[in-house]
């Protein structure tokens, strides 16, 4: 899938790898899509709630044979 930025949060626990995304998503206008990567596995449900609250889109997450988990979110 394309993006227009990419997060490295591999290595960082929660909330870390949220409020990377939150920067991420200041930065890019509406519509734009942002990816992260992260190693924490609390992040699948981080960021299943912080999208729902915030209402941006998580367009599709992944976990990579690395224990890596893909996540793409579409800003509002």
Not at 24 to 53: G, H, N
Request: with cysteine; aromatic share 8%.
């Amino acid at each position: 899938m394309e993006f227009d930025k990419e997060v490295d949060a591999r290595g960082l626990n929660c909330p870390l790898p949220v409020l990377r995304l939150k920067k991420a998503l200041s930065e890019v206008s509406a519509r734009r899509i942002v990816r992260v990567l992260a190693t924490d596995p609390s992040s699948v449900k981080d960021f299943e709630a912080f999208t729902r609250q915030t209402g941006h889109e998580l367009l599709q997450q992944t976990e990579m044979p690395d224990s890596t988990y893909e996540f793409f979110i579409r800003h509002k």
